[in-house]
């Protein structure tokens, strides 16, 4: 044991190594990277008795990391499991032009918070404003880093040691155990719970009003349905019940619809304007969900009640930056042309992509492999992927798999597949490696094809 220990390098000997190899790379790169390839080294040593090796193989490694970029903890991956907004894998996909206003914003300086018209300093909050009123008939809009923060800003800034009445049904839970009733108790509003986990009715919200009550809130149940025996209040009933007693219908909407998405196949959804229209004061939704932008929260509705929000202290720290801003400008102004924005923005692409575009799709992959490896146990299968990040989760879209059965442990290839240099991320289901071709473009078929031609040694 302790002689594997002693076949780890010095970071002196690594230094001197790659001074006479002329590795084009600084002195502080190669150490840096030296440092976390001797505690893999190390960590190995420790939990596999067997595993041996030799000093060129630790100079090899750093090399490879070296000349690959490796050392980036950030790295691209391909989607093979059929979930698009895969929370896990960065949920929405840029469109190429929202790309390109990246790095056209983030290489130069921008009127980020400069007005050009008066030459003088300007708000960021007025950014992306005007086409996000436009899209969705909204007096005003703010814009900030996500929809729980979006919640909280409203909440804290309308609902400050006042009451908010909410149905018990509507009390989720969202990503990472973070639950939305804790995230409003946190704004400083006293949540009052209302009606049973399954059927919540008006009465139930007009009984705990009292002079303390200052808002009616209703959230999206984006991640879960409740089915059977249920009932929930509308908005516009709410909407009746608080003009009466002069209080205020904040709604968030969860992953947030712009355009009508029923004709695509999805159930149908309210959308941001239709809430709006339905007379709820504010409404709050995600930017990088449905929408297909980047990641940040959009707060939408009466002019007077966003005025206040701009005015809170606290939105300091839930502003977004420049390359936020551009980003979602850029997707929201592809909204203006639905035909094109159904093609160039990835979410909604691959969300509404026909069965029949994805088995052609399934076919050249299949073919592609059996002709560079002709031996492996392949299948072309039926599917059901979801749309993820919360968003329809009861309803499945109709999908073509290939699916991998191998003569080991299918686990053995999915972890091959998951830690090659393109990071090919499938699921494992009866002893089988799947691939769901909804979420796999095809300008990734190749680096598939040759990952599993290392795999099998061809």
Do not use: W
Not at 99 to 112: A, D, F, G, K, T
Not at 214 to 227: G, P
Request: glycine residues 6%; contains cysteine.
């Amino acid at each position: 044991m302790t002689n594997k220990y002693r076949k780890i390098p010095q970071v002196n000997d690594v230094l001197s190594y790659f001074e006479n190899e002329n590795i084009d790379a600084s002195k502080d790169l190669i150490k840096y990277i030296a440092i976390s390839i001797f505690d893999d080294y190390r960590n190995e040593i420790k939990s596999n008795p067997d595993f041996d090796f030799e000093k060129e193989n630790v100079y090899k490694k750093i090399e490879e990391t070296l000349a690959k970029g490796d050392y980036y903890s950030f790295k691209e991956t391909i989607n093979a499991t059929g979930v698009v907004l895969h929370t896990n894998l960065g949920r929405a996909l840029l469109s190429k032009n929202a790309c390109q206003r990246l790095v056209e914003i983030s290489s130069s300086y921008s009127n980020l918070e400069y007005d050009l018209d008066a030459g003088q300093r300007g708000s960021r909050y007025k950014q992306v404003v005007d086409i996000i009123k436009h899209l969705t008939g909204a007096e005003d809009a703010i814009i900030v880093n996500n929809n729980a923060a979006a919640v909280f800003l409203m909440l804290n800034t309308l609902a400050y040691n006042k009451e908010t009445i909410i149905s018990r049904g509507e009390l989720v839970e969202i990503g990472d155990s973070f639950r939305v009733s804790e995230i409003m108790e946190r704004s400083g509003t006293k949540l009052i719970e209302v009606g049973a986990t399954n059927r919540t009715h008006l009465k139930d919200y007009e009984r705990q009003i009292n002079e303390e009550t200052k808002v009616l809130m209703k959230v999206h149940t984006s991640n879960f349905k409740v089915l059977g025996f249920h009932k929930e209040v509308t908005a516009p009933e709410l909407k009746d019940l608080a003009r009466n007693k002069d209080l205020l219908v904040l709604e968030d909407l969860g992953s947030g619809s712009i355009i009508d998405l029923s004709k695509y196949g999805l159930s149908r959804e309210r959308t941001v304007s239709q809430c709006l229209k339905e007379g709820i004061d504010l409404v709050s939704f995600s930017c990088d969900k449905l929408l297909g932008g980047p990641q940040g929260g959009i707060i939408v509705g009466r002019k007077d009640l966003i005025d206040q929000i701009k005015k809170n202290q606290l939105l300091r720290a839930f502003r977004v930056g420049k390359l936020t801003l551009a980003a979602l400008e850029a997707t929201l102004f592809e909204y203006l042309d639905e035909d094109l924005l159904m093609k160039n923005n990835p979410t909604l692409r691959m969300i509404s992509m026909p069965l029949e575009e994805i088995e052609k799709k399934a076919i050249k992959l299949r073919d592609m492999i059996l002709k560079e490896i002709p031996q492996i146990d392949l299948s072309l299968e039926d599917a059901s992927s979801l749309v993820g990040g919360g968003a329809y989760p009861e309803e499945e879209l109709p999908s073509k798999k290939l699916s991998i059965k191998t003569k080991g442990d299918s686990k053995n290839l999915e972890e091959f597949l998951r830690l090659s240099p393109y990071h090919i991320i499938t699921s494992v289901y009866k002893d089988q490696v799947h691939l769901d071709l909804r979420t796999i473009d095809e300008s990734d078929f190749e680096k598939i094809v040759q990952v599993l031609k290392e795999y099998y040694k061809v």
